[in-house]
């Protein structure tokens, strides 16, 4: 299942993917593979995302 809100929280702070990479440590083709629902993250990787977004881990990984 593609993770849209990860997408949309990505944009809404104005970082490529590749950035977003850069700050939570993992390749470009990590948070690609996350965002089209190819790759599910350790939760240390989703707590580092979420720190870098600035959202919690409910509202980029809850699934509804």
């Known amino acids: 299942?593609?993770?849209l809100k990860l997408k949309a929280a990505r944009a809404a702070k104005d970082l490529s993917q590749e950035?977003?990479?850069i700050q939570c440590?993992?390749?470009r083709q990590t948070i690609n593979a996350i965002e089209k629902g190819d790759y599910n993250p350790t939760i240390?990787?989703?707590i580092a995302i979420c720190?870098?977004?600035d959202k919690t881990l409910d509202e980029l990984f809850w699934e509804q």
Do not use: G, P, T
Request: aromatic share 0%; charged share 15%.
């Open 25 to 27: 440590n993992v390749s």
């Open 19 to 21: 950035q977003l990479a």
């Open 51 to 53: 720190k870098v977004l």
């Open 1 to 3: 299942m593609k993770n």
């Open 44 to 46: 240390n990787l989703c």
